[in-house]
């Protein structure tokens, strides 16, 4: 694919579909777990692994962080006339760095204190014992999720989506059929789960190792100069993205936390699944800006700013289908998704349709604030990124979260998450028509 000279509409359809299916499998990882655990323990099974969310938060975030930084910076510097491929892969090269030793630390951290953060994350009694159960046999397998997330990013900007979606679908297939084989059929229950996908996590990664045997591959690993400050400009360029992700894990403890001081066990059971429809829509829109990324930064580094706009053109076209359809399933399938992923009580079957439509608001305007953020990472605005991406997942979103209950009463909170989104999307929309102006400054052709 050129991406300098090739059909926008083509290139832009293609990367997306492979974005999305990569995307959507990446999520049914956890949203398999959660169905398989709830339905073989129930609602405490789905609570326990609402608290695990955060995890995966965290690991992926990091995977994003020097992902998406590096392959943004990998592909502005070979949109230009020189496109020095040797400066290109020394940012490859760092992100490598980088990525073994996030990994390392996280690993380390997990292994010896997984009790501690479960129990911060809002674990509580039975919840902390399945919630441990799951993630005793992931710790194996920790590096394999962070590194996922990096290749991936690095594989789209190489030009071979359909790789990185492969890879994961092969990882995720595995992770269906797995859990239901260890969860049910050897009856380890949570245990199960989480060794389905530890495995399935191992099969992505192989998968993807086998792009550097394929003459496609213009990866290398060369010597970087100035290491630190290639990661500090690939932390800066990625952290917006990273911070989409780590955020969502911090959102995640402070509602476990909050809905068991003004709620209980049930409306955290619910809270979980709505967790995993969130990451679906939130994966949703991560498929919108992989595909336009690549695309946005090469030109962007070529100065054709005829052919970002075409390119926004498509990308927001795709974020309101993905926002309407979310919405819909929300306010007219609550239960559906509710018998999907547990065994419920009456209790929870009463209590979830009002849940689910409360917090279901927010996802007409997700898909458009999370797209911002690739958007402004790929025009190099790092500072517009980190304004939208922190404001939505901690400062006002944090505020409204303790604000919301206290003043009003418990079910206010479900209130935070479409406020939040409201408010973010009034700055990023300002951002987005300001900086699409400017681009006709800086086209070549």
Not at 189 to 194: C, M
Not at 289 to 311: K, L
């Amino acid at each position: 694919m050129d991406f300098l000279n090739g059909k926008i509409k083509t290139i832009y359809f293609k990367y997306l579909s492979a974005a999305f299916g990569s995307a959507l499998i990446t999520s049914i990882y956890s949203i398999v777990d959660m169905a398989m655990v709830g339905q073989y323990h129930g609602p405490e099974g789905s609570a326990a692994l609402a608290v695990v969310a955060p995890v995966w938060n965290i690991i992926y975030s990091f995977g994003l962080l020097m992902g998406i930084g590096g392959s943004v910076l990998f592909s502005t510097i070979r949109g230009k006339a020189d496109g020095d491929v040797r400066k290109s892969n020394e940012y490859f090269t760092a992100s490598v760095i980088g990525s073994v030793i996030l990994a390392a630390v996280i690993w380390l951290i997990i292994i010896l204190f997984d009790r501690e953060l479960l129990l911060i994350f809002g674990a509580q009694d039975n919840t902390l014992t399945l919630a441990r159960e799951y993630v005793l046999p992931i710790k194996f397998a920790i590096p394999f999720f962070l590194f996922n997330q990096m290749l991936a990013a690095y594989l789209r900007n190489d030009k071979n989506p359909a790789l990185a979606t492969g890879a994961v679908l092969a990882g995720g297939i595995f992770n269906i059929f797995g859990d239901y084989f260890f969860v049910f059929t050897c009856d380890m229950g949570a245990f199960g789960a989480g060794l389905a996908t530890a495995i399935g996590s191992t099969i992505s990664f192989l998968a993807m190792m086998s792009h550097f045997f394929t003459k496609k591959n213009t990866l290398r690993l060369v010597k970087p100069e100035k290491l630190m400050r290639k990661l500090r400009e690939i932390t800066a360029t990625g952290f917006s993205t990273f911070f989409i992700d780590v955020a969502m894990g911090i959102l995640t403890i402070l509602f476990n936390r909050q809905i068991m001081v003004y709620l209980g066990t049930n409306a955290l059971s619910v809270y979980g699944i709505i967790v995993n429809i969130s990451t679906f829509v939130q994966c949703s829109a991560y498929s919108v800006g992989q595909a336009s990324q690549p695309i946005i930064s090469t030109n962007f580094g070529a100065g054709q700013g005829n052919r970002i706009r075409d390119t926004l053109k498509y990308a927001l076209g795709t974020v309101a289908v993905f926002s309407i359809l979310w919405t819909a399933l929300s306010m007219l399938i609550p239960n559906v998704f509710i018998r999907f992923f547990m065994t419920p009580t009456e209790e929870v079957l009463e209590i979830a349709p009002t849940i689910f439509r409360c917090y279901g608001l927010s996802f007409l305007l997700l898909p458009l604030n999370i797209f911002s953020t690739y958007y402004f990472q790929a025009l190099m605005k790092p500072k517009t990124a980190f304004i939208a991406s922190v404001a939505r997942g901690l400062v006002i979103s944090g505020i409204l979260i303790y604000l919301l209950p206290a003043v009003f009463s418990g079910n206010a909170i479900w209130f935070a998450m479409p406020v939040t989104e409201l408010i973010v999307a009034f700055y990023v929309i300002h951002e987005m028509i300001k900086y699409t102006r400017q681009l006709s400054t800086e086209r070549k052709g």
